[in-house]
């Protein structure tokens, strides 16, 4: 089935290390884009890439960053910069012919 | 994007149609309506989008009124698996970076 898969879906960190969250879409969609939704909050954005070796910061970018080696992934990593990386992170990507977002099914960060 | 507002919460009886509203008064002309639903602890699920005419599919329908500042989505006969939080955004097209998510509507369908 064609989709956006995200791992792990849930993930300990201890204070001080750098996380990988792994994104990959199989829709073959320029762009991907980075969330983070605290509890009871709506999205915002943390980077975003419309094409491969590109991306831009969004609202929230300190603290994170990203790659866009291939078109099909786009991985985060939250690094120790972050000051409060708990939380619930979403990898969506969009086609350049409809401006629909989908997303994945979200990864659960949480640091010890 | 425009800002857009939606109630906090509504309750519905199972098997009724649920009628969730949003007012988006400073949508602009090129600016579509979208509707996403996240139920908790998973990603947001597409539902509709449309731009002045009105839209289905197999999960709802889309009404947006004439002057385009506002909106209505009804999910015609709803189940206890409706329950969730229902976003109403306004977007413009291809070219926008972002979606952006206000706090949406809890819709809880009742038994």
Partial sequence: DGGITQSPKYLFRKEGQNVTLSCEQNLNHDAMYWYRQDPGQGLRLIYYSQIVNDFQKGDIAEGYSVSREKKESFPLTVTSAQKNPTAFYLCASSGSAGNTIYFGEGSWLTVV | ?111
């Fill in chain 2, 1 to 111: 994007d425009a800002k857009t507002t939606q109630p906090t919460s509504m309750d519905c009886a199972e098997g009724r149609a649920a009628n969730l509203p949003c007012n988006h008064s400073t949508i602009s002309g090129n600016e579509y309506v979208y509707w996403y639903r996240q139920i908790h602890s998973q990603g947001p699920q597409y539902i509709i989008h449309g731009l002045k005419n009105n839209e289905t599919n197999e999960m709802a329908s889309l009404i947006i009124t004439e002057d385009r500042k506002s909106s209505t989505l009804i999910l015609p006969h709803a189940t206890l698996r409706d329950t969730a939080v229902y976003y109403c955004i306004v977007r413009v097209g291809p070219s926008a970076r972002q979606l952006t998510f206000g706090s949406g509507t809890q819709l809880t369908v009742l038994p």
